[in-house]
DNA sequence: TTGTGGGTCTTTTTT
DNA sequence: AGACCCACAA
């Protein structure tokens, strides 16, 4: 690195809030350093700034820089961001990621120094080795099943999810089995702490790790390996953080192990948008940053370069109600600005639909208002279920829109299914990945067979793939199970050595491990509708795999870089949750919703009282801080819940929201909005909520009262919706619309069923109900 | 062993 | 309303 580069150019970086001092601080200083940075005040830049002038004056090589993000997509960004600041490919970085990320990367140079203690004499002491498999959440549950079936405890009592609730709980904190407290187990079954140990030791003979693990194994290795820590901590002169209020107890340990030579370490962070609480997160982290690094000094960002004043205004009003942060006011320059919008809608569906048909307009450009691309207009909600509404909603307006956070692309069953046939290949002692692929494609092993293959591997103490070879020498099982097992374990050898040659690069093993297993043929003869997406997937798989040179690399990049908004370019709208927004911003935001139990969820209230209150308005402040220009604010009266309609009652948040900063909007009041130089055609506000009592102007005085739903009448039916309730409305010919399948037109009707032709995928006969009228759509 | 139907329980938020 | 689990039949 040329250490003439002068190239960055920190007068465009948007620290006009700062003076000299501080921009040197956050630039150069040694020395703990915190950045107290309020919400849209570009905190990320100003680590990025860091980072860029570290290399750029030489003071660090890229791979002597420690950066912590807190989402993979934020270490992309940051990366892509010092690349272009400093005028150049850098590709280093090395050390640039979550903190799962590079724990993962360092235990697998240090792994076997974990072990398990011999327990039985009979069993020798069994290390972890460098090529473990990191378990996600749903091998996790299948394990903890096992452990919980062995001890015999009732899942009634405890189900497996609890228990790895617990766990995970006990992990963030670095409590290992051992030093359960007795206030940890507290209503809990007795042998809840034996099924932890049991699960711990479970892992390393699986030679596995969980999320957890990753960073807990380093810390004992930090902690029981002087020379290891010494030699990492000599290494990282700079170490940085984002979101530092979200870090755990054993992030902090971990950080503060590495620190401790060169005490280089800057974080950044906002006490206001910690939502990870219960995951661990401890706001004491940042609050206590001064006194844990002492000698540190402190830089505040409280000028806010994104979002209108009114926006900014709200989202103050809201979070002031917290008593337990450390206070700060952001202020912009901004002087213009639309009002939050607020707006009551009589149930879910019409919420969705009047969301829809906004985003319709706003993308046209409701005159007024440049029209705004699908990109930039995002709807955040507190939990996932409600994001179906939105799908439905925006298929029938034809709206492009992508949901991030949902149904990952890697927990789809037949990437699962693939997976664990790659783990295979890489290694045969695999069982968890073993379990899964027995019968999948079909080989007639059911619970029996399974049974007797796992009893012999257990009391033999090989791998449940010996236990196959035993079982069928044995003549346990026979006749054509066992030639179908037999064959089975070959593959798997061959697919070893295959693997051990490394002859062939890692799409070719891919590719030769589905076809020869029969995989990608089991779901090529399946009639299901979803059985071509399926295969589509795995096609999909096979090319992401092309971008590792081995196998290892990517599996491990399937479990913790692989972000799940690849087609983030693709102009569409967003669909997330609150949590999954943080560090992002939008043009258009959308918060719907806001209803007492949905937000505040009741579980958070019942379950952690106040605190848990203070961070959902937290996240309520998050969401508002997302908007750049426009954010709307709704709430439905009535709700589907379990199939049964339930009456509704405003969030509480909505209360807090100052009159001078919102627009109540309705049809009654619909030309009532400002008429500042931005403000835009009533048109959009024609469009609002159907008429009903309730979008009075009044109406959130009688909310707050408990007026309206004491009030409520049972829930209508909905108004025009588009999709076909028999096949009576079609006819033969017409064009149509499938989710899966996209166009198509008819060429035959059987009852309640269509046949259709697809343009992409074929004919297929589907219920009529699933299918969209292409020429009943509106707009 | 596999497919079916009727009964149950369901909803946090994620690296 | 939908996913999931269990009991029973083929």
Known sequence: MNSSNTSIQYQNNAFTGLNKAQVEAVETLEGPLLMLAGAGTGKT??????????????????????????????????????????????????????????????????????????T?????????????????????????????AEKRIDPQLLSAKELLRHIDNWKNRAVLPAAVSESDVAGLPEEVTACYAAYQQRLIELNAVDFGDLLLHMVKIFQTQPRILQKYQHWFRYILVDEYQDTNVVQYMWLRLLAAKHKNICCVGDDDQSIYGWRGARLENILNFEANFPGCHVVRLEQNYRSTPHILAAAAAVIRQNKNRLGKELWTSEEFGEKVRLVAHYDGSEEAYWIAENIAMLHLGASGMPPFALKDIAILVRTTYQMRAFEDAFLQHQ??????????????????????????ALSATDDLAFERIVNTPKRGIGDVRKQKIEQCARSNHVSLFEGTRIVIETGEIKGKEAKALNSLLQMISKWNELVRENRETSVELTQRILDESGYVQM???????????????????????????????????????????????????????????KGLEFPVVFLPGWEEDLFPLQRVAKESGTLGIEEERRLAYVGVTRAEKICTISYADNRLKFGEWEARIPSRFINDLPDANIKVVSDSNAVDYDQDETSWDSQLEVQAASANVYNSPGWRRLASRGGVNDMAPPPKKNKSRMIADD???????????????????????DGDKVEVNFEKSGQKKLLASFVYDLDNIPI
Not at 121 to 147: A, E, G, M
């Open 45 to 118: 830049r100003a680590l990025t700034s860091r980072i860029a002038h570290l290399i750029a004056t030489d003071t660090a090589k890229p791979n002597q820089i420690l950066a912590v993000t807190f989402t993979n997509k934020a270490a992309r960004e940051m990366r892509e961001r010092v690349d272009s600041m400093l005028n150049a490919s850098i590709s280093g970085l090395p050390w640039l990621g979550t903190f799962h990320a590079i724990c993962a990367k360092l235990l697998r140079r240090h792994a076997e120094l974990i072990a398990v203690e011999e």
């Open 120 to 148: 039985e004499s009979s069993k020798p002491n069994i290390h972890l080795k460098s090529d473990f498999t990191i378990l996600d959440t749903l091998d996790q549950i299948r394990l903890l099943r096992q452990v919980l």
């Open 399 to 424: 709206l492009a829109y992508r949901v991030v956070g949902g149904l990952r692309f890697f927990e789809r069953a037949e990437i699962r299914d693939a997976i664990a046939y790659l783990r295979l």
């Open 523 to 581: 779901w090529k003869n399946d009639l299901t509708p979803e059985a071509p997406g399926r295969v589509e997937n795995l096609e999909e798989l096979v090319n992401s795999v092309g971008e590792f040179q081995f196998l290892q690399d990517f599996l491990d990049h399937v479990s913790l870089v692989i972000d799940n908004d690849s087609d983030r370019e693709e102009d569409k709208v967003t669909i997330m949750t609150l949590h999954a927004a």
């Open 727 to 749: 096949s009576s409305q079609f006819a033969v010919g017409q064009r149509i619309f499938h989710q899966k399948f996209g166009y198509g037109s008819i060429f035959a009707i």
